[in-house]
């Protein structure tokens, strides 16, 4: 089962422009990761923000987490053809010890020139 | 650092037929995850490893199982293969538990 939803499921913007996509999830976490991926390849990593966090910036990328209403977002600011992919929020749950990534449905991101 | 490799990257086999894929974490990393991504089910936790134990499981049937050796290396393993195990299969590793996890580019498995 989906523990996140990725909101909208596509977005086409054009170079220059800022886009957000948003995540929500159903339980408590430790943690949520943002991941992109291009055309079915492997995931890489963007951001890791844990549970006591509000925002986290890297480069282009800002990162929201709002654990009262469990959802995150991601903004990416002046976009790229290169930032076209699929991105994924994944949600690491706070229970146990071991790590267990639960992953969005995603968002597809069409960059156009 | 060199990153996660996973090998092969492609294959294709046949149904009833069983499959061992590979997955050689970062340099000092003692956890593996393994997941599935398929269009229909998205990507969808298999099992992680630690220390070659396995802590977590997903939930999948008993023929998708797994291990861990003592350098980190781990193995997954799918016995009598089902058309819907058609799947990119993606490994991840990280320092431990509720770290980042820095995934492989994956194996593409094509059951026919």
């Known amino acids: 089962s989906q523990q996140g939803e990725e909101d909208p499921q596509a977005l086409s913007i054009q170079e220059g422009e800022n886009a957000t996509m948003n995540c929500s999830y159903k339980?408590?976490?430790?943690?949520l990761q943002w991941y992109r991926q291009n055309s079915g390849r492997g995931l890489v990593h963007l951001i890791l923000?844990?549970?006591?966090?509000r925002e986290k910036h890297s480069g282009r990328l800002r990162v929201t987490l709002d654990t009262s209403k469990k959802s995150s977002s991601l903004l990416i600011t002046a976009s790229r053809a290169a930032d076209t992919a699929s991105y994924f929020c994944?949600?690491?749950?706070?229970?146990?010890?071991?790590?267990?990534?639960?992953f969005g449905t995603g968002t597809r991101l069409q960059v156009t020139l | 650092k060199a990153g996660v490799t996973q090998t092969p990257r492609y294959l294709i086999k046949t149904r009833g037929q069983q499959v061992t894929l590979s997955c050689s974490p970062i340099?000092?990393?003692?956890?593996v995850s393994w997941y599935q991504q398929t269009p229909g089910q998205g990507l969808q936790f298999l099992f992680e490893?630690?220390?070659?134990?396995?802590?977590n499981k997903g939930n999948f049937p008993g023929r998708f199982s797994g291990r861990q050796f003592s350098n980190s290396r781990s193995e997954m393993n799918v016995s009598t293969l089902e058309l819907g195990d058609s799947a990119l299969y993606l490994c991840?590793?990280?320092?431990?538990?509720?770290?980042?996890?820095?995934f492989g580019p994956g194996t593409r498995l094509l059951v026919l």
């Open positions: 340099s000092g990393h003692r956890s």
């Open positions: 923000i844990r549970s006591n966090e």
């Open positions: 991840a590793s990280s320092l431990g538990p509720f770290g980042t996890q820095y």
């Open positions: 490893y630690f220390s070659e134990t396995q802590r």
């Open positions: 994944a949600t690491d749950l706070a229970t146990g010890t071991a790590s267990k990534l639960t």
């Open positions: 339980t408590s976490i430790n943690n």
